[in-house]
């Protein structure tokens, strides 16, 4: 079964503080995207992460991805307010067959 | 301006009205998607297409249709909704090759 799985679901950070978003998907792909989601609004591409050991960075958000263990991280540096959204991992197992994880609801205090 | 569009943004509707949800992109992307959001499950695929009159089902198709005549046209059909069906729904495309995702608005549909 084609899944994947997010942590933690619900985040509430102070600003100036790091941290990590983990997607765990449990069969072998090499492409992964995350998107950021504000409330009503639709969804924002972030990151596209094609190969393993990529890792792409964008101001204080960076996103890696390991093939071999399934994983991807969103690492957040110094959080802002601004960055406050939902945040969502997504697997593309080929020919547009995209799964989601159920996303990250991240609040940033200040 | 590249984007996607769906209409309505907005239906509320009664249980086993045929409607249909409309998506169009401008970006001539070979790939295109339906989505539904609902709370705690995050976007689940309904179906998707590689390209004009291949389509595909994805994750959750039960109840949905899709046809894919032109190659920016993606339109969605219930043919007889219902109350489980009440949801956010969003259309996206993309090129081919491994390039991003762009999605429409969302279309919130309520099913009485």
């Known amino acids: 079964e084609l899944k994947v799985e997010q942590n933690p679901l619900f985040l509430s950070m102070q600003e100036g503080k790091n941290y990590t978003i983990y997607c765990n998907y449990s069969?072998?792909?090499?492409?992964l995207y995350w998107y950021r989601q504000d409330p009503g609004k639709s969804l924002e591409s972030l990151f596209v992460?094609?190969?393993?050991?990529a890792v792409k960075q964008e101001g204080r958000l960076m996103a890696s991805l390991d093939t071999k263990a399934r994983l991807s991280t969103l690492h957040i540096t110094a959080a802002v307010h601004d960055l406050s959204a939902t945040y969502f991992c997504?697997?593309?197992?080929?020919?547009?067959?995209?799964?989601f994880g159920a996303g990250t609801r991240l609040t940033v205090k200040p | 301006e590249a984007q996607v569009t769906q209409n309505p943004r907005y239906l509320i509707t009664v249980t086993g009205k045929k409607l249909t949800v409309t998506c169009s992109q401008n970006?001539?992307?070979?790939?295109m998607s339906w989505y539904r959001q609902d709370p705690g499950l995050g976007l689940r695929q309904i179906y998707y297409?590689?390209?004009?009159?291949?389509?595909d089902k994805g994750d959750v198709p039960e109840g949905y249709k899709v046809s894919r005549k032109e190659k920016r046209n993606f339109p969605l059909i219930l043919e007889s909704p219902s109350p489980n069906q009440t949801s956010l729904y969003f259309c996206?495309?993309?090129?081919?090759?491994?390039?991003?995702?762009?999605f429409g608005p969302g279309t919130r549909l309520t099913v009485l």
């Open positions: 996206a495309s993309r090129g081919t090759g491994r390039s991003e995702q762009f």
């Open positions: 069969t072998t792909s090499d492409r």
């Open positions: 992460l094609l190969s393993n050991g």
């Open positions: 970006m001539n992307h070979e790939y």
């Open positions: 297409s590689m390209n004009v009159e291949v389509t």
């Open positions: 997504a697997v593309d197992y080929g020919d547009n067959d995209m799964r």
